[in-house]
C-alpha cells in the first residue's frame, strides 16, 4: 500500500494548461510543492502537442482586439459571454510573450526579420494565428516540458490517473453543494494498479476534453473527459456539453488514426471538393472554405450524404510544391506516410470529432463552483467558445486562464497555509476481485463510442438521442456495478469517465430544443433565442 501524499497543488494533465499553471503556481510560491500528473508513458502526450495551426492573438499591425472580439462572438452563435471574450483577447498578447520568454520559437517572416508570420484561419477577418511551422503544440509542449522539468519545486509523474476528486461530502457520501471543498484526489498507479491518496491545498484540473467518446476523432488516446467526469461526480456545474465540435479535415484512411489536416491549410488558400472534382462551399457560406468550423463540418456532411461518398477531398496542389512543403513540413510528411501527395494532388477527408466547447464551468480565475478546484483549458467552460469554437481560440483560452488560475490559486494556498493540509483517508478497495473478463470492459468502451458516433454526431434527431439516452442508462448501471465488483484498472477507471461524460452530452442535446452551433437537430430546424439564449447547465 503506497503511503498517502500531501501537496501545495495537485496538477491533473501536462498540456499548456497543466504545465501553465504549473510553472506560474511555482514561481509565486517559494516553498510550495507541485505535483503534476499524466496517466500518459510520454509527458509530451497530450492534445496541446497534437495542435497544428497555432494561437490567434490580436498582435500586428492592422488587427485589433475589437476584431478578433467580434469575430468570436460571429463564430459562438450568441452564446459567447462577451465579458470573457474580451478578457481572453486582451490578455492574449501578454500570454504570448509569456510562452516566448519560457522558450517557444514562433515562426517569423524570415530568417533576419523580428516580425512575426501570421496565418489565418475559419471564421477570422484577419491574419492573426501565430505559429510554429504547422507543429506549434508541439514547439510549445517541449518549450514547456523543459522548463517543468528543471523546476525544482515540480514534479511531474507519468503513467497515474485520477481515481476521483475528494471532498467532505463525498466522502461521507453526500452530494456536494455550497461551501463544498476539495481535499484532493486518490490516483491510481498503472503500472502496478495500486491507489494512493494526495491531498492538496488547490486541485487543478487540465485534463482536456471528451473526443474519444466518438469512434472518429482528432483527439489523443487521453481525451475521455476524465476532469469533466470528475468534477461532475464531484458536485460542480457542467455546461454545454452538448456543443462538440468536429473539425471539418481529417485524412480519411484505415490507417490514418486520428490524423487532422490543419485549418492552416484552408487558411493559405486549399480548397475541398467533391469527388468530381467540384468546389462545394461557396454555395453553402459566402467565407466559403473559411467559413466557421461548424459550417464546414456541416457542409461536408451534407455533401457526403447528398452524393452517398465516403469522403471528400482537400486540394492545395494550385500553391506549388515548393509552397506547401515550406509552409506545411509536417503535413506533407504525414499524407506521405499514407500514400498522398499533398503537393501535388487533392487528398481525403472527412470530419472528426474535435474539440469540446462545454465543461467544468469556471469563473475569470478558474475557479470551479468547488472551493479549491480549478480548472483550465479543454476541460473548462469558461464562456468564451459559446455554441462554436473559433479556430486557434483554445490554445489562447488555456495559456490565459492556467495563469490566472494560478494567480489565484496561490493566495488561496496562502490563505490557507496555516490551516495544514487536508486529511484523507487511504483506499479502501472492499472485496474488488482482479477483472478476469477484460473484454466486457473493451465491448463497452465500443459500444459507447459507436453510438454516439451514429445517434449523437454532427447531425441529430428526437429519435436517435432518446435512443442514446436509453442505452447509456443501462452500460452505466452495467459499468457502475463493475466498478465496485473488480479491481481498479486504468480501462476500467476511463470506461467510467467515457459513460458520465457520453450521459452528459445526450442529456444536455436533450435539453436544447432547437439548432444552434455545433448543435444541429433535425427535429428543431431553427434557433431559438427566445428561449434557448443561454447555457445547458448540469
Given at each position: 500500500?503506497?503511503?498517502?501524499?500531501?501537496?501545495?497543488?495537485?496538477?491533473?494533465?501536462?498540456?499548456?494548461?497543466?504545465?501553465?499553471?504549473?510553472?506560474?503556481?511555482?514561481?509565486?510560491?517559494?516553498?510550495?510543492?507541485?505535483?503534476?500528473?499524466?496517466?500518459?508513458?510520454?509527458?509530451?502526450?497530450?492534445?496541446?502537442?497534437?495542435?497544428?495551426?497555432?494561437?490567434?492573438?490580436?498582435?500586428?499591425?492592422?488587427?485589433?482586439?475589437?476584431?478578433?472580439?467580434?469575430?468570436?462572438?460571429?463564430?459562438?452563435?450568441?452564446?459567447?459571454?462577451?465579458?470573457?471574450?474580451?478578457?481572453?483577447?486582451?490578455?492574449?498578447?501578454?500570454?504570448?510573450?509569456?510562452?516566448?520568454?519560457?522558450?517557444?520559437?514562433?515562426?517569423?517572416?524570415?530568417?533576419?526579420?523580428?516580425?512575426?508570420?501570421?496565418?489565418?484561419?475559419?471564421?477570422?477577418?484577419?491574419?492573426?494565428?501565430?505559429?510554429?511551422?504547422?507543429?506549434?503544440?508541439?514547439?510549445?509542449?517541449?518549450?514547456?516540458?523543459?522548463?517543468?522539468?528543471?523546476?525544482?519545486?515540480?514534479?511531474?509523474?507519468?503513467?497515474?490517473?485520477?481515481?476521483?476528486?475528494?471532498?467532505?461530502?463525498?466522502?461521507?457520501?453526500?452530494?456536494?453543494?455550497?461551501?463544498?471543498?476539495?481535499?484532493?484526489?486518490?490516483?491510481?498507479?498503472?503500472?502496478?494498479?495500486?491507489?494512493?491518496?494526495?491531498?492538496?491545498?488547490?486541485?487543478?484540473?487540465?485534463?482536456?476534453?471528451?473526443?474519444?467518446?466518438?469512434?472518429?476523432?482528432?483527439?489523443?488516446?487521453?481525451?475521455?473527459?476524465?476532469?469533466?467526469?470528475?468534477?461532475?461526480?464531484?458536485?460542480?456545474?457542467?455546461?454545454?456539453?452538448?456543443?462538440?465540435?468536429?473539425?471539418?479535415?481529417?485524412?480519411?484512411?484505415?490507417?490514418?488514426?486520428?490524423?487532422?489536416?490543419?485549418?492552416?491549410?484552408?487558411?493559405?488558400?486549399?480548397?475541398?471538393?467533391?469527388?468530381?472534382?467540384?468546389?462545394?462551399?461557396?454555395?453553402?457560406?459566402?467565407?466559403?472554405?473559411?467559413?466557421?468550423?461548424?459550417?464546414?463540418?456541416?457542409?461536408?456532411?451534407?455533401?457526403?450524404?447528398?452524393?452517398?461518398?465516403?469522403?471528400?477531398?482537400?486540394?492545395?496542389?494550385?500553391?506549388?510544391?515548393?509552397?506547401?512543403?515550406?509552409?506545411?513540413?509536417?503535413?506533407?510528411?504525414?499524407?506521405?506516410?499514407?500514400?498522398?501527395?499533398?503537393?501535388?494532388?487533392?487528398?481525403?477527408?472527412?470530419?472528426?470529432?474535435?474539440?469540446?466547447?462545454?465543461?467544468?464551468?469556471?469563473?475569470?480565475?478558474?475557479?470551479?463552483?468547488?472551493?479549491?478546484?480549478?480548472?483550465?483549458?479543454?476541460?473548462?467552460?469558461?464562456?468564451?467558445?459559446?455554441?462554436?469554437?473559433?479556430?486557434?481560440?483554445?490554445?489562447?483560452?488555456?495559456?490565459?486562464?492556467?495563469?490566472?488560475?494560478?494567480?489565484?490559486?496561490?493566495?488561496?494556498?496562502?490563505?490557507?497555509?496555516?490551516?495544514?493540509?487536508?486529511?484523507?483517508?487511504?483506499?479502501?478497495?472492499?472485496?474488488?476481485?482482479?477483472?478476469?473478463?477484460?473484454?466486457?470492459?473493451?465491448?463497452?468502451?465500443?459500444?459507447?463510442?459507436?453510438?454516439?458516433?451514429?445517434?449523437?454526431?454532427?447531425?441529430?434527431?428526437?429519435?436517435?438521442?432518446?435512443?442514446?439516452?436509453?442505452?447509456?442508462?443501462?452500460?452505466?448501471?452495467?459499468?457502475?456495478?463493475?466498478?465496485?465488483?473488480?479491481?481498479?484498472?486504468?480501462?476500467?477507471?476511463?470506461?467510467?469517465?467515457?459513460?458520465?461524460?457520453?450521459?452528459?452530452?445526450?442529456?444536455?442535446?436533450?435539453?436544447?430544443?432547437?439548432s444552434r452551433g455545433l448543435h444541429q437537430n433535425i427535429d428543431y430546424p431553427e434557433t431559438n433565442d427566445e428561449l434557448f439564449l443561454n447555457d445547458t447547465i448540469l
Open positions: 500500500m503506497r503511503e498517502p501524499e500531501k501537496v501545495d497543488a495537485l496538477v491533473l494533465g501536462t498540456g499548456l494548461a497543466g504545465l501553465g499553471f504549473a510553472l506560474e503556481f511555482a514561481d509565486r510560491n517559494p516553498q510550495a510543492r507541485v505535483l503534476v500528473v499524466t496517466k500518459s508513458t510520454d509527458i509530451l502526450e497530450s492534445a496541446t502537442h497534437w495542435a497544428q495551426g497555432g494561437i490567434a492573438a490580436a498582435m500586428q499591425g492592422g488587427d485589433d482586439i475589437n476584431s478578433h472580439v467580434q469575430d468570436t462572438l460571429n463564430t459562438g452563435c450568441g452564446l459567447s459571454k462577451e465579458e470573457t471574450v474580451r478578457l481572453v483577447v486582451a490578455e492574449g498578447a501578454d500570454r504570448v510573450h509569456d510562452l516566448i520568454r519560457r522558450g517557444v520559437n514562433f515562426t517569423r517572416k524570415d530568417d533576419k526579420s523580428d516580425e512575426f508570420d501570421f496565418t489565418r484561419e475559419g471564421g477570422h477577418s484577419r491574419r492573426r494565428i501565430l505559429h510554429s511551422a504547422d507543429h506549434t503544440g508541439r514547439a510549445i509542449m517541449e518549450a514547456l516540458v523543459a522548463e517543468a522539468a528543471r523546476h525544482p519545486r515540480i514534479e511531474i509523474r507519468t503513467q497515474t490517473i485520477a481515481v476521483d476528486l475528494v471532498s467532505e461530502h463525498k466522502l461521507a457520501h453526500v452530494r456536494s453543494s455550497a461551501g463544498d471543498v476539495c481535499l484532493g484526489a486518490y490516483l491510481l498507479d498503472i503500472k502496478t494498479n495500486n491507489v494512493y491518496s494526495v491531498s492538496a491545498r488547490v486541485t487543478h484540473l487540465a485534463t482536456g476534453g471528451a473526443g474519444k467518446v466518438y469512434k472518429y476523432t482528432s483527439n489523443p488516446d487521453t481525451a475521455v473527459g476524465d476532469g469533466i467526469a470528475m468534477a461532475y461526480r464531484l458536485g460542480a456545474h457542467v455546461a454545454n456539453m452538448e456543443f462538440i465540435q468536429f473539425h471539418p479535415t481529417c485524412l480519411y484512411h484505415p490507417q490514418a488514426k486520428s490524423a487532422l489536416l490543419s485549418e492552416a491549410l484552408r487558411g493559405e488558400g486549399a480548397y475541398l471538393v467533391n469527388r468530381e472534382g467540384e468546389r462545394f462551399m461557396p454555395k453553402h457560406h459566402p467565407m466559403a472554405e473559411l467559413a466557421p468550423r461548424d459550417i464546414v463540418a456541416l457542409s461536408i456532411d451534407r455533401e457526403m450524404k447528398r452524393s452517398g461518398a465516403e469522403c471528400v477531398f482537400l486540394d492545395i496542389s494550385h500553391r506549388g510544391p515548393d509552397f506547401v512543403r515550406s509552409h506545411f513540413p509536417t503535413l506533407t510528411a504525414t499524407c506521405a506516410r499514407f500514400g498522398f501527395d499533398l503537393t501535388k494532388d487533392p487528398v481525403p477527408v472527412v470530419p472528426a470529432a474535435h474539440y469540446t466547447c462545454g465543461g467544468v464551468m469556471s469563473d475569470q480565475n478558474g475557479r470551479t463552483s468547488i472551493t479549491g478546484l480549478y480548472v483550465a483549458g479543454e476541460a473548462a467552460h469558461t464562456g468564451l467558445h459559446g455554441a462554436n469554437r473559433l479556430a486557434s481560440n483554445s490554445l489562447l483560452e488555456a495559456a490565459v486562464y492556467a495563469h490566472r488560475a494560478a494567480v489565484h490559486a496561490s493566495q488561496h494556498c496562502s490563505d490557507a497555509a496555516g490551516k495544514g493540509y487536508p486529511e484523507l483517508p487511504p483506499w479502501n478497495p472492499g472485496f474488488a476481485k482482479a477483472e478476469e473478463e477484460e473484454v466486457i470492459i473493451a465491448h463497452n468502451w465500443d459500444e459507447i463510442r459507436t453510438l454516439m458516433w451514429n445517434y449523437v454526431g454532427i447531425v441529430r434527431s428526437n429519435r436517435r438521442l432518446e435512443y442514446a439516452a436509453r442505452r447509456i442508462e443501462n452500460l452505466k448501471q452495467e459499468i457502475h456495478q463493475c466498478y465496485w465488483e473488480r479491481r481498479l484498472g486504468k480501462d476500467l477507471v476511463e470506461l467510467r469517465n467515457l459513460v458520465t461524460v457520453a450521459d452528459l452530452i445526450v442529456s444536455s442535446a436533450k435539453m436544447r430544443k432547437e
